[in-house]
């Protein structure tokens, strides 16, 4: 199979839906889940918050930069 041949646009596409799914993924952990073992439940431990945060700039880049 030539890869050669695939326009690089869907491979940024394919990239993008990537990124939304991993930050879909984390957002549907529960909260419980989340904290387990954390000492406080302080907003800035969320690894979901930080998860879509950096998924969007990661979307960002692609849109920019991509291709």
């Not at 984390?26 to 690894?47: C, F, M, N, Q, S």
């Amino acid at each position: 199979m030539d890869l050669s041949k695939i326009p690089l646009f869907w491979a940024v596409i394919i990239t993008g839906i990537i990124f939304v799914g991993i930050a879909i993924w984390a957002v549907l952990h529960p909260r419980k889940y989340i904290y387990e073992g954390a000492e406080t439940k302080a907003r800035w431990r969320d690894v979901r918050i930080w998860a879509v945060l950096l998924m969007a700039i990661q979307l960002a880049i692609y849109a920019v930069w991509g291709g």
